[in-house]
């Protein structure tokens, strides 16, 4: 059964710190994965997608890596804010344009000022 | 729309009735997928439509859970005999399947079902 774990599961900082979300998953022959957050009571904003022949992808303050020889996927936000605040959920999909991703069960992410 | 658009945002029943929940993806967007996240749970995935054809819908939990699309477009998920345990938000997502974009999902904000 394909799995991915995250870790922290919960993460409280003061606003400045640069953070670091770790992602990880059994299934190395995954196709691309993609970071989200969640706000509460809403739905997923997508964040960063690493396509298969990609190792990393930059948006502003976030960088996220994608190692898939050791299963792993890291996101990196520099100078976090209070408006990072949100639940970030890591999830990878195993072939092209295949039919589902999987996710993990996420990173809670509290800034505060 | 400029985003995938569901309906209700929030359904309370009562155990036993059926329920039909809306999906109106991203104009354009050949993919549609249907995915469950019940409270403190990950995201569980139950269906996934190319146009109108399902090739993937070994989520669904049980012969209680439908799905159809037509025209490509618009997606209805459709719960018959409510249980508690069915209780959850249910969130659609679109992807293109050609283009820069293809690998991307977007999600809409949910539909939050309570069966009492």
């Known amino acids: 059964k394909q799995e991915v774990t995250q870790i922290p599961a919960a993460l409280s900082v003061p606003e400045g710190e640069n953070l670091v979300l770790n992602c990880s998953f059994t299934?190395?022959?995954?196709?691309?994965l993609q970071w989200f957050r969640q706000d509460p009571g809403k739905g997923l904003t997508s964040l960063l997608l690493?396509?298969?022949?990609?190792r990393e992808q930059t948006s502003g303050r976030l960088n996220a890596s994608l190692d898939k020889s050791s299963g792993r996927s890291t996101l990196y936000i520099a100078a976090s804010q209070p408006g990072d605040s949100a639940t970030y959920l890591c999830?990878?999909?195993?072939?092209?344009?295949?039919?589902?991703?999987?996710f993990g069960t996420g990173t809670r992410l509290q800034v505060f000022p | 729309g400029a985003g995938v658009s569901q309906s209700p945002s929030n359904k309370v029943t009562e155990k036993g009735k059926d329920v039909e929940l809306r999906c109106d993806p991203i104009?354009?967007?050949?993919?549609l997928y249907w995915y469950r996240q019940s409270l403190g749970q990950g995201l569980e995935f139950l269906i996934y439509?190319?146009?109108?054809?399902?090739?993937?819908k070994s989520g669904l939990p049980s012969d209680r859970f439908s799905a159809e699309r037509t025209g490509g477009s618009v997606s209805t998920l459709t719960i018959q005999r409510t249980q508690q345990e069915d209780s959850a938000v249910y969130l659609c997502?679109?992807?293109?399947?050609?283009?820069?974009?293809?690998?991307?999902?977007?999600f809409g904000e949910g539909s939050r079902l309570t069966v009492l």
């Open positions: 997502a679109s992807r293109p399947s050609f283009g820069p974009m293809a690998g991307e999902l977007f």
């Open positions: 299934d190395s022959a995954i196709y691309n």
């Open positions: 690493i396509q298969s022949s990609q």
């Open positions: 999830a990878f999909s195993v072939g092209y344009n295949t039919d589902k991703l999987i």
């Open positions: 104009s354009g967007h050949t993919a």
């Open positions: 439509f190319q146009g109108n054809s399902a090739p993937d």
